[in-house]
């Protein structure tokens, strides 16, 4: 069958099912491409801080391994640096500037926040060493007990949950308003120790060593209490959805091997130089964990005594 337009000119056929592809294109519904998920995290501190490497880095991992049907991400910092009080308010706020941080839980931040309930240091936070001023280290070779440890002063950010767990102790606490003002405090005297996780204390003071160069790590402890550090997003619909995703993604990195992979790549080599079994362990207790703390599940917590 032939074709002529209006004025009686044959159409080529080619020229029909071009027309034909683009009217029925104009007519078939828009598809819908979903927007990529974006996770703004707080960038913490202005100057040194790669306290959070390792936490961003499974946050990452593990949006990747949440599978493509949960679709494209992105995850960036904060333009603007955040104190721990800041992050709280812009969490608050619903149109912050940030939408997930990480911190040691607390019955508080449980309750405002949505916490995806797997350690993401595998508790690492809860094995401490001690920043003190080297000079002191004599006095510090002296104490076995939390209640030797009682007779000195810890130094502690506003608002950190390690706070009440030293209180709980009897341990006397200095609050400082900012992260690296706490080392300036240290070195003025201000206090006599600052409680830092395995992984902090050497990097802390390499990092810091011609500012601080009094600073050293105490030789002889290792503080331990039960702590799980937890990835918090909203108390919304929008958050639901991100805390599925990242659980999802964490629970396939624990099966697969890669969060025990990342967690070496990033905590290894400072594991081994912290010399664990020749120090005096002083356990402490946690009036901070509730109910819903996975304690039961072994794969979820290191051991550093034992390296798994």
Request: hydrophobic share 45%; proline share 6%; charged share 25%.
């Amino acid at each position: 069958m032939q074709h002529h337009d209006t004025e009686g000119r044959r159409i080529p056929w080619r020229q029909m099912l071009a027309a034909g592809l683009l009217v029925a294109g104009l007519r078939a519904p828009a598809v819908a491409v979903a927007a990529p998920t974006i996770l703004t995290y707080p960038l913490t501190s202005e100057g040194v801080d790669s306290r959070y490497d390792y936490d961003w880095a499974v946050l990452r991992l593990a949006l990747e391994k949440s599978g493509a049907k949960a679709g494209e991400f992105a995850v960036q910092r904060s333009s603007v640096a955040m104190a721990p009080p800041r992050v709280l308010h812009e969490m608050r706020a619903r149109a912050g500037k940030v939408n997930v941080f990480v911190r040691a839980t607390s019955p508080e931040l449980e309750r405002e926040f949505l916490p995806v309930r797997l350690p993401v240091d595998r508790g690492l936070l809860g094995y401490r060493l001690l920043l003190i001023r080297a000079a002191d280290q004599p006095r510090f070779a002296q104490v076995r007990t939390a209640a030797d440890l009682a007779q000195l002063r810890a130094g502690m950010g506003q608002g950190w949950t390690d706070i009440a767990v030293l209180r709980a102790a009897g341990i006397p606490v200095v609050e400082g308003s900012s992260y690296t003002g706490l080392f300036s405090m240290l070195d003025a005297h201000r206090f006599d120790f600052f409680l830092r996780s395995i992984d902090e204390a050497s990097r802390e003071i390499e990092e810091r060593q011609e500012e601080y160069p009094r600073m050293a790590v105490e030789q002889t402890l290792l503080v331990q209490y039960p702590l799980a550090r937890y990835f918090f997003v909203r108390r919304d619909e929008q958050g639901k959805l991100l805390a599925a995703r990242i659980e999802a993604g964490m629970e396939t990195m624990i099966r697969d091997g890669s969060l025990a992979t990342l967690f070496q790549r990033y905590k290894g080599d400072l594991l081994r130089k912290a010399r664990l079994g020749q120090r005096h362990l002083i356990r402490l207790t946690n009036p901070q964990l509730g109910p819903e703390t996975p304690l039961a599940r072994k794969e979820l917590w290191f051991d550093p005594l034992t390296g798994k």
